[in-house]
C-alpha cells in the first residue's frame, strides 16, 4: 500500500506543482496585462494632451483668421463706401453742370425765339 499512497501523493504533488506554475503564470499575465493597460493609459493622456494643444492652436489661429477676414471686410466696405460718396459727390456736381447748361441753353433758345418773333410779328404783337 505504501506504493499506493506514495503514487496518489506523487499526484497531488505535480498537481500541486501544476497548479503553482499555472498560478504563477496567470499573475505573470496579469502584471504583464496592468503594465500594458498603464502604457496605454499613459499614452491616452499624452495624446488628450496633445490634441488639446493642437486644439488650443488651431483655435487661435482661427479666431485670428476670423478676426483678420473681418477687419479686411470692414476696410473694404469703407473703401467701398468712400468711393460710392466720391462717385455721387461727382455726379451731383455733374448733373448741376449741366443743370445750369441747360438753363442757359434754355434762356438762349427763349432770346432767339424771341428776337424771331418780334421779327416776323413784329413789336406790337408781344
Not at 501523493?9 to 498560478?23: R, S
Not at 448741376?96 to 427763349?110: F, Y
Not at 425765339?113 to 413789336?123: T, V
Amino acid at each position: 500500500m505504501e506504493s499506493g499512497a506514495q503514487g496518489i501523493a506523487l499526484q497531488y504533488g505535480v498537481l500541486g506543482a501544476c497548479a503553482l506554475v499555472f498560478a504563477y503564470v496567470i499573475i505573470a499575465l496579469y502584471k504583464r496585462g496592468e503594465a500594458k493597460e498603464e502604457k496605454i493609459t499613459a499614452d491616452r493622456i499624452a495624446w488628450a494632451a496633445k490634441e488639446q494643444s493642437l486644439r488650443a492652436d488651431y483655435e487661435v489661429k482661427h479666431t485670428t483668421a476670423l478676426v483678420e477676414y473681418a477687419k479686411q471686410l470692414q476696410d473694404l466696405r469703407a473703401a467701398g463706401q468712400e468711393r460710392e460718396d466720391m462717385i455721387r459727390n461727382e455726379f451731383s456736381a455733374l448733373m448741376e453742370k449741366v443743370a445750369e447748361e441747360a438753363t442757359k441753353s434754355s434762356q438762349a433758345t427763349t432770346d432767339v425765339l424771341g428776337k424771331f418773333y418780334e421779327r416776323i410779328l413784329g413789336p406790337k404783337a408781344r
